[in-house]
């Protein structure tokens, strides 16, 4: 089991900056991924950036070029960096762990933190 604890959420003005951090309570090297998905109010949850355990990234077409998502291994910690930020970006921001062995696969979440943009 892995937990997750995020922080860095907060308002903040169109074009601007906000850093998003998430510790987990195991090395993330033994996660084969993690990542950051967002839910807007009415909106599906989606996948905004994810980091594998060999350090590939890959980001949703909306954000690329304006989030960039990097990892802390001693500090078991994986940012989300985010810049240029849009009022479609608000959204409650959440923190993920997938892990696989064999056929089996597992899914953690952080608690949420609320990003808002204003315009």
């Known amino acids: 089991q892995v937990q997750l604890v995020e922080s860095g959420g907060g308002l903040v003005q169109a074009g601007g900056s906000l850093r998003l951090s998430c510790v987990a309570s195991?090395?993330?090297?033994?996660?084969?991924?993690m990542g950051w998905y967002r839910q807007a109010p009415g909106k599906l949850r989606e996948l905004v950036a994810v980091?594998?355990?060999?350090?590939?990234?890959n980001y949703a077409d909306s954000v690329k070029g304006r989030f960039t998502i990097s990892r802390e291994i001693a500090k078991n910690t994986v940012n989300l960096q985010m810049n240029s930020l849009k009022s479609e970006d608000t959204a409650v921001y959440y923190c993920n762990a997938h892990i696989r062995v064999i056929l089996q696969q597992w899914d953690y979440w952080g608690q949420g933190t609320q990003v808002s943009v204003s315009s």
């Open positions: 980091i594998t355990s060999g350090g590939s990234t």
């Open positions: 195991k090395s993330i090297l033994s996660i084969n991924s």
